[in-house]
C-alpha cells in the first residue's frame, strides 16, 4: 500500500472517529452535564496517561526494531515479553495512585471510585495497545480497522448506557469493558506461557536505550496536551474543566488528529527514504497542514463563537480569544508532530525529551500562575506558548539534513496537478457510465 494510499485509508478513519467524538460531547453534556462531562474526561485522559507510561516505551521498540527482534525470538516470545513488561510497568505506576486515590479525588474534585475506573480503563486500554502495535508492523489495513472499532465503541457505547444510567462511573466502565472486549476479540497472538530470559534481556535494553527516553517524552507531551484539564478541576472547579475539554475538543482535535494521521503514515516512510525524498516527503505534508491552518482559523474567527454554544448545549461559553488560542495550538500541534519526525530521523532523541520536558515545564507553571487570575485563557495561551517551545528546540538541534520548509511552492503545484489529474479521472468515469 503506497504512502498516499495509506494516508486516505487511514486519514478516512480519523476523520470517522474525529466526527464521532465531536458528536459525543454534546450528547455527553447533554446527559452528564458540564461537571459530570468534565470528571469523565478526567478520567480518559488518565487513563491514556497510564496507557502511555506503562506501553508507549515498548511500542516505539517493537515499531522500529520488529523484523531483527521476530526474527531473533518468534512473534510469541516477543508478545509475552512485551506484555511481562507493561504489567510491570502498569503495577509500578498504578500501586501509588490507588493508594492516595482519595487524596488525588479530593483534590480534582471527582470521586475515589472514579480513580479506580480511571485504573480500570488503563488496564485495558494498555492489553489493547499492546496487541495494536505488534499488528501495526504486520498489516497496516488490519491496524486501522481495530484502531477504528476501539474508537467508536468507546464512543457509541457510553453514550447508549448513558440512556439508562446518566453518570460519569457508567461512562467510564463501558468504555473499560469496551476496550477489553476488542482486546481479547484481536488476532491472538500463540505465546509461551513465560517469555525467555533472552527476549525480556534484549527488550528490557533497547527499551533502556531508545523506548524509554520516547517514553520520557510521550508523558512529556501528554502534559502539554492534557495536564491542564487537571490543574483546571484543582483551581476552578470540575465544570471548568469540562468547558475547557469541549473547546479543545473542538478547535485543537480536529487539526491534531488530522496531523497524527499524516505522521503515522509518513514515519513508516521517510525513515526508509534520504535526502531530496524525504524532504520532498516531508513539505507536502508541511504544506498541505499550512494551509488548512489557515482556514481553520478563518472559520473559528467568523464562526467559533456560536457554532461552540450550540456544540456545548448553551450550557457555557468561551471568549473568541480562547478560541483563536486554541486554532493555533491545534495548528502548532500538526507542526510538532513534523518536527517530532525529524527529530527521529535524525536520531535527537535527548533533544526531543529537553523540548518536551522544557515544554511541560513551562505550561504547569504558567497554569499555576495564571489560571487564578485570568481563567481558561491561561490554560489556551500556555498551551499554545509549550507546542511553539517544543518545535524551536527541535527544530534547532538537527542539521539541514533534516529540516524542510513549512510552505513549499513545489509540493503545492504537485497537489493541485493532482488535485486536477483526480478530476479529470472522475469526470471520465463518469462520462462512460
Known sequence: MSAVRQFSYYGASRALLAAGQLLLVPLAVGQLGASGYGAYNLMLQGAILLRHLALQGIAQVLVRDHKELSGAHGEGHLHAAGLALMVAGLLLIALPLAYFARDIAALLNVTSSQIWLLLAMALAYSLFGLKQVLLYNRSFAAYTIWDTSQGLATIAGPVLVGLFLPIPDAYGATYALATLILAIAMVRHRSPSLP????????????????????????????????????????????????????????????????????????????????????????????????????????????????????????????????????????????????????????????????????????????????????????????????????????????????????????LRWGLTRLVLIGTRSARNRKAV
Open 196 to 411: 525467555s530470559r533472552q527476549t525480556l534481556r534484549e527488550l528490557g535494553v533497547t527499551l533502556r536505550t531508545y523506548g524509554l527516553p520516547l517514553m520520557l517524552g510521550e508523558g512529556m507531551a501528554w502534559i502539554v496536551s492534557v495536564a491542564d484539564r487537571f490543574q483546571i478541576a484543582a483551581l476552578l472547579g470540575i465544570e471548568q474543566t469540562g468547558l475547557y475539554a469541549a473547546a479543545y475538543q473542538l478547535f485543537v482535535a480536529p487539526m491534531t488528529m488530522l496531523a497524527f494521521a499524516v505522521a503515522l503514515v509518513l514515519q513508516r516512510v521517510t525513515f526508509t527514504d534520504g535526502g531530496d525524498a524525504y524532504r520532498a516527503r516531508m513539505e507536502k505534508a508541511a504544506t498541505l497542514l499550512t494551509l488548512l491552518s489557515c482556514a481553520a482559523l478563518v472559520l473559528a474567527i467568523l464562526l467559533g463563537k456560536p457554532v461552540f454554544a450550540i456544540f456545548f448545549r448553551h450550557q457555557g461559553q468561551v471568549d473568541e480569544l480562547v478560541i483563536v488560542l486554541l486554532v493555533l495550538t491545534g495548528a502548532a500541534s500538526a507542526f510538532f508532530q513534523l518536527e517530532l519526525i525529524a527529530g527521529k530521523y535524525a536520531r535527537n532523541v535527548r533533544t526531543i525529551l529537553l523540548g518536551q520536558a522544557s515544554a511541560a515545564a513551562a505550561l504547569l507553571t504558567g497554569n499555576w500562575l495564571l489560571l487564578p487570575r485570568i481563567g481558561i485563557v491561561a490554560a489556551a495561551g500556555t498551551s499554545l506558548a509549550a507546542y511553539l517551545l517544543q518545535i524551536l528546540v527541535i527544530r534547532w538541534s538537527h542539521g539541514e539534513e533534516s529540516r524542510f520548509s513549512y510552505f513549499s511552492p513545489s509540493a
